[in-house]
């Protein structure tokens, strides 16, 4: 089925590890989002790629780095993982950053940082 | 600044119908949005409404918007134990570039 696809679902990390986590989408959506829920907090944006080629800023981008490889994906990377960054972190893509029909979003990774 | 804010939690009996209420700050909201969120997956788009609309129905929803007031409510008729949910409010931000500024959801827990 076509939609954003999130890899890995589950991790669990020790403070100070890296890792990237993965995001592709297959319906040639030019933007694409990272998000973190936190419980109480709703989704923050951490940072966004309006086009293939660019990235900007969201809310909360302290701690991460993304990379928009190509059209299809949109990875997040934690350098040195804080517990802090223990959340859930969704990925989300629409066809360009003005659409009215929202994003359509992947089913998350649950991030435990101990 | 931009703010949405929704109450956390809402029980209702299986049949009735389901009020989630959301307010946000920012007047240049150009859509809203609800979202609905099962246990273990990722947001789903329920519907959406223009900032120029007062109400939009579609089948058992019906989104209601007073622009004035910035208050947005999502009514669900005939609820299911299968819209037992975490619904969020969103809006679109006309910033220097659109983005979704989402509430912290609302849990709806539907009771047999």
């Known amino acids: 089925n076509a939609g954003v696809t999130q890899t890995p679902k589950f991790q669990v990390l020790k403070t100070g590890q890296s890792m990237t986590l993965q995001c592709a989408q297959d319906m040639n959506h030019n933007s694409m989002y990272w998000y973190r829920q936190d419980p109480g907090m709703g989704l923050r944006l951490i940072y966004y790629s309006a086009s293939e080629g660019t990235t900007d800023k969201g809310e909360v981008p302290n701690g991460y780095n993304v990379s928009r490889l190509n059209k299809r994906e949109f990875s997040l990377r934690l350098e040195s993982a804080a517990p802090s960054q223990t959340s859930v972190y969704f990925c989300?893509?629409?066809?360009?950053?003005?659409?009215?029909?929202?994003?359509?979003f992947g089913s998350g990774t649950r991030l435990t940082v101990v | 600044g931009e703010d949405v804010e929704q109450s956390l939690f809402l029980s209702v009996r299986e049949g009735d119908s389901s009020v989630i209420n959301c307010t946000y700050t920012d007047s240049s909201s150009t859509y809203l949005y609800w979202y609905k969120q099962e246990p273990g997956a990722g947001l789903q788009l329920l519907t959406y409404?223009?900032?120029?609309?007062d109400m939009k129905q579609d089948q058992r929803l019906t989104v209601l918007l007073n622009k004035k007031d910035k208050h947005l409510s999502l009514r669900i008729a005939d609820t299911q134990t299968g819209d037992s949910a975490i619904y969020f409010c969103?809006?679109?931000?006309?910033?220097?570039?659109?983005?979704?500024?989402f509430g912290s959801g609302t849990r709806l827990l539907v009771r047999p």
């Open positions: 989300a893509s629409s066809v360009d950053e003005t659409t009215l029909e929202g994003y359509t």
């Open positions: 409404i223009f900032s120029n609309m």
């Open positions: 969103a809006e679109s931000i006309e910033d220097s570039s659109y983005k979704l500024i």
